[in-house]
């Protein structure tokens, strides 16, 4: 082989992996925003809800619950939402969880109850593009070996690492021919609803300002002989008097902004009626004060721009001139992650959540979506064992013959490293050469240094060429050398026949032998990964979905 290349000495910096092009990226999920308080104060309040809001025709915006999306608890999975009346839907029956392992006290059978599956959406994850070339690059640098699932895990990390594709199911056998029913979108933040009426409601709640300047001025009060005024039972807020030309759209704006959850016709039962002039004062003294609502839209040469007075004519206007800016339907949606921040709670979020925690359990779909990205990034991925663990790297893996020649020093590191298996990086200097971290204020010497300068030098170049496989933990691995004809076998099936060894115990040191070093920071910039025999024999390799295309 090529003595020459061991020669080099490296530069001061070997052997460190330079992460300030990923800022943030870390192999293990972590979670940048914590549990809000609940949203309404009521018990369970947490759980999934449909938004009941999204039906009501002339919903005006206003506050709504603004909570980010988050990791479902660990103590148990998102429950199912409630119906579009607030009602709970029927409770499981325990033979749904036969075989479930049991929990519980005395008299009671309670069951397991994994994530939330939804019986109408299916949801899948993909690596949102520039945090995934950010992955990639950083990978590629190091030149070190990562599991599969760590990469995936790292992508579900944080909402604004991936995008979501959310689809209906498939209808059930008994209607196989039924046309399938489309998604609504939001076209400007492109979430997904079930019908029309919702996706056009969330648009105009948080971008009304894309397609009407507002303002507040002052007009005429409504004229009529009032004698009466509505109001509501559970907030208080004058609604208007019964005979008023407007009084059914306002009823209808106050239910969609301030109880969207509660049924319509039991807000109606709530309606109180007063009989007092000076209520019916404060609600002229109302009325006086309107949003006007000023198009942003194309307008005819040498005309004004049109005015509303009304959140209900707006949007009517809003409909009738640019609905494909507002709302489309498509047979699934693709969304980036970070938009789960504002999404509204719904069956389609609680499927999200579902499946994102069962992805965080076992991420198996969104490792096998990151495969064929990888490969196509023309990196090596392969497994340790027929029912190993993948795993994925940067430089193709070299096998040994055997009667290969290596330099002394390359040839004396690799058998250390195949005699001592999964041995860290960062012990080296003490485990094959002998020499122990200096003291606080004391030095090696310079035949010292020249040692450990020339056998990371060595190191470097093993890696780099694929003889040894370095791990995210630094833990190093150096297969035996093979005949030629196994050599070409497992080159080409990209599966090799045994897994990694255990890491062996290291003994306790005598008295008189000074205690090994701990890895400094820079001997692995990277939070250790999981230990690859965690999850050996886990794994199973299926054909990657292709990402689908919106229409």
């Given at each position: ?135 990639v690059k950083t990978i590629r640098t190091s030149a ?153 839209g194309p307008v005819a040469e040498g005309q004004a ?55 965080l359990r076992f991420p198996l779909d969104t490792a ?184």
């Amino acid at each position: 082989m090529d003595d020459d290349a061991s020669k080099e000495n490296p530069t001061a910096d070997f052997n460190k992996i330079d992460l300030s092009q990923l800022q943030g990226f870390s192999f293990g999920t972590q979670w940048t925003k914590d549990k809000d308080a609940a949203f309404d104060g009521r018990e369970n309040a947490d759980r999934p809800h449909r938004d009941g809001r999204a039906g009501a025709p002339g919903s005006a915006p206003d506050r709504r619950d603004r909570r980010a999306f988050r990791k479902p608890a660990g103590e148990g999975p998102p429950g199912p939402p409630r119906d579009a009346q607030g009602d709970r839907p029927p409770r499981r029956d325990a033979g749904e969880y036969a075989g479930a392992p049991r929990r519980g006290g005395t008299g009671m059978d309670r069951y397991e109850r994994g994530p939330y599956e939804s019986p109408y959406f299916d949801a899948a994850f993909f690596p949102e593009d520039a945090s995934f070339n950010a992955l990639v690059k950083t990978i590629r640098t190091s030149a070190r070996t990562i599991e599969l699932f760590e990469i995936a895990r790292t992508v579900l990390g944080k909402p604004d690492r991936f995008v979501v594709v959310v689809s209906r199911k498939p209808r059930s056998a008994a209607a196989p021919d039924a046309p399938p029913q489309p998604l609504y979108i939001s076209v400007p933040d492109g979430i997904p609803f079930e019908s029309e009426d919702a996706a056009v409601a969330h648009a105009l709640e948080l971008f009304v300002g894309n397609y009407f300047d507002q303002a507040e001025v002052e007009v005429e009060p409504p004229k009529g002989n009032f004698l009466v005024i509505n109001k509501c039972g559970i907030t208080g807020e004058l609604l208007g008097p019964p005979n008023y030309h407007r009084y059914n759209q306002l009823v209808q704006q106050h239910h969609a902004a301030k109880l969207p959850r509660m049924p319509f016709e039991a807000f109606r039962a709530r309606i109180e009626t007063v009989r007092d002039p000076e209520v019916v004062s404060r609600w002229l003294e109302k009325m006086k004060k309107v949003i006007r609502y000023t198009w942003k839209g194309p307008v005819a040469e040498g005309q004004a721009a049109l005015a509303f007075d009304g959140f209900e004519e707006a949007r009517q206007h809003l409909l009738t001139q640019a609905r494909d800016t507002v709302v489309k339907a498509a047979s699934n949606a693709r969304f980036h992650g970070k938009a789960l921040e504002t999404m509204p709670r719904t069956e389609i979020l609680a499927a999200i959540e579902g499946a994102y925690e069962r992805q965080l359990r076992f991420p198996l779909d969104t490792a096998n979506q990151l495969r064929g990205r990888l490969r196509r990034e023309h990196f090596t991925i392969f497994k340790k064992g027929s029912k190993g663990v993948s795993y994925v790297c940067a430089v193709k893996r070299k096998f040994r013959v055997p009667g290969q020649v290596f330099s002394e020093s390359i040839g004396n590191l690799i058998s250390f490293i195949e005699a001592q298996p999964l041995v860290k990086a960062g012990d080296l200097a003490l485990k094959m050469l002998g020499i122990a971290a200096p003291a606080e204020g004391a030095s090696v010497t310079q035949e010292q240094r020249e040692r450990m300068l020339r056998m990371q030098g060595d190191l470097i170049w093993l890696v780099r060429e694929g003889y040894v496989t370095e791990f995210i933990d630094g833990g190093l691995y150096a297969p035996a050398a093979m005949v030629e004809a196994r050599k070409k076998e497992v080159e080409a099936e990209e599966v090799d026949p045994e897994n990694f060894p255990e890491a062996p115990q290291a003994p306790e040191p005598a008295a008189s032998e000074p205690a090994p070093r701990e890895p400094a920071a820079s001997d692995a910039t990277v939070p250790e990964a999981a230990a690859p025999a965690a999850v050996a024999g886990a794994e199973s390799e299926v054909p990657p979905p292709t990402e689908p295309s919106v229409a």
